[in-house]
Structure formats: C-alpha cells, structure tokens
C-alpha cells in the first residue's frame, strides 16, 4: 500500500513539474459528495463503465450543485463536449462553467466552482489521481489556469451570461407531493416556454404541481434535484404527469366556483363534477380540473371540501 501511494505522490509531482506550475490545494467549502447518486446510480458514465473519468466527474458535479442533467451532448469525451455543445462558450471564466482543453485524443474537462479576481478555484478527476476524483478543490491564476495545456479551447457556460445569478433552491416542497412524472421526462422552461439548458425533470420524479395555466398549458412544478428543490415551469403533458388523487374531490348538488390565488373566479365546477386535489392553501383547495382543452388543464381554489380530507 505504502509503495502504491509513493508511486501516486511522484506522478502527481512530476505532472506538476512538467505544467510550470503548481496549484494550490484548499478545502472546498461544498465538497463533492462523491458517494453521492450524481457521481453513481445516476451518472451517465458510471452506467456506461466510464466511472473516474475527467467527463464522468464533471457530468456528477453539475447534477450534484446545480441539478443539471447534461443531456446527450455531454455523453461523449472533452472534445467532443467542446464541438458538440449548444451551450454558450467563451473564454472568460465564470463559476458553474466547464473547462475544456483540447490535448490528447480525448481532452480533458473540468468543472470551475468559482472565480474570484484573478484566480479560478476548480475541481477535477483523471489528473492528479488515475481514474478518480483528484479529491480536493485546487486555485490557480487565469493565466496559469489556461497554460496547464497547450491546447486550452475555453469555457462552457451552464447558467448562460456569466453574470447572471445562478437560479435558487430550497431544501424542500412547500406542499407534499401530488404527482409523479411517468413514461418519459419533461424538459424545464421559462414562463414564456422557453427551454432552460440543461434542466429536466426525469421519469419516476416526484413533483409538487402548484398550478396549471389554462392559455399557455404550462404546469408551475416544484421537482428535486441532488442540491435541493427547484421550481420551474414544464409543457402540461397530461400523459406524463400522473396524480397520485386523482379525481378524489367530486362536487355537491350545487355549481362551485374556482378562484385563482388573488381571490377572483376564474371558473366554475358543474353539480357532481370531479378535480384532483393539489395541496390546501389558506383554508382553499388547489384543484386542477378537466376543461374543454381536455383532462387537467386547468387549476384554481375551490372553498367546498368535495369529500377530500387528506390535506
């Protein structure tokens, strides 16, 4: 073992002597949880046998601190990550974004966790260590930084223009869970239905629906990623989305109207007629209920109960 580790302490040397330079090594302050699902079960390289490479480490890291799942244009080597890319690329270095260098037949990548004047602080795998996270957070000048290869090709931005905040989190739902995502994922947009890069929510995840909107068809979700919960917006695929009570509240004798979260009526819900219930809010029942675009397209608050005690 100890000869082992000699032998491990002189590469890592000599790799350095060879770069002209030799980072500094510092305690992450939100290390990578290697023993996390992101670098495991879930990672896309370790299903494929891949597990340890430079590409396998960063695809983790991205799911793990930013719940990014980077689709198919990240499933081959560096160079090809480079090429293939539809995310913005540059070479100003920003935190959150993935370094690519060009070396070699495959390359090398490695995800920059933040940026500070002119020092880059990064985390890496396959450089220091063969076939394993280098296990530490490393800081380097720009300069330096860019040397480590001749053939440094630049940056991918996972969060677009580097300047712009990265979207928040929370630590959990703010309701329990009322749906499943079922048969296929669902790509996260904007309010308008834009795709955001690099977001999904993927099949057999446990959501939160907190509103269906009748004229754009967007459902408004709570969904987990390895970094917490994020909100964000999906298409209302009603084939996909599957409630766990459905059709569980059914209406009395009488029409009941539906408000929206400002109090005004927005609908109405015909004698006898059947919702699934969402969450309770301020004493109301979020439901959301079939209309004449088809089965759960849209949602509101109703005051009657309908039978529903569950929440």
Request: glycine share 10%.
């Amino acid at each position: 073992m100890k000869k082992q580790l000699r032998k491990v302490i002189i590469l890592a040397v000599s790799l350095l002597m060879l770069l002209g330079q030799t980072p500094n090594i510092v305690f992450a302050a939100t290390s990578p949880n290697i023993s996390s699902s992101a670098y495991n079960s879930e990672n896309i390289f370790t299903q494929s046998g891949y597990k340890g490479q430079c590409t396998w480490f960063v695809w983790g890291r991205a799911y793990e601190k930013l719940g990014i799942k980077l689709n198919s244009q990240f499933y081959g080597n560096a160079k090809q990550w480079w090429n293939e890319t539809t995310y913005p690329k540059g070479q100003t270095p920003a935190a959150n974004s993935i370094a690519v260098f060009g070396n070699g037949s495959a390359g090398h990548v490695v995800f920059i966790e933040s940026v500070s004047g002119d020092t880059i602080y990064f985390n890496e795998a396959n450089y220091h260590v063969s076939k394993a996270y280098d296990g530490a957070e490393e800081n380097q000048t720009v300069s330096a930084f860019k040397s480590r290869s001749a053939n440094f090709l630049g940056f991918i931005y996972l969060q677009g223009n580097p300047s712009e905040p990265s979207d928040p989190t929370q630590s959990g739902f703010t309701y329990p869970n009322n749906a499943q995502v079922s048969g296929d994922f669902l790509y996260v947009r904007d309010s308008s239905g834009n795709i955001i890069s690099g977001r999904r929510v993927d099949d057999g995840d446990k959501i939160t629906v907190l509103d269906v909107s009748y004229s754009t068809q967007l459902a408004l979700i709570e969904y987990p990623t390895p970094n917490g919960v994020r909100t964000g917006y999906v298409t209302n695929a009603t084939n996909i989305i599957k409630y766990f009570n459905a059709g569980a509240w059914k209406n009395g004798s009488t029409s009941e109207n539906v408000y929206d979260s400002n109090g005004n009526v927005i609908g109405s819900l015909s004698p006898g007629e059947t919702a699934t219930p969402l969450y309770r809010k301020n004493g109301k029942l979020s439901v959301v209920y079939n209309t004449s675009k088809g089965a759960n397209t849209k949602s509101g608050f109703v005051v009657y109960n309908g039978g529903f005690n569950k929440y």
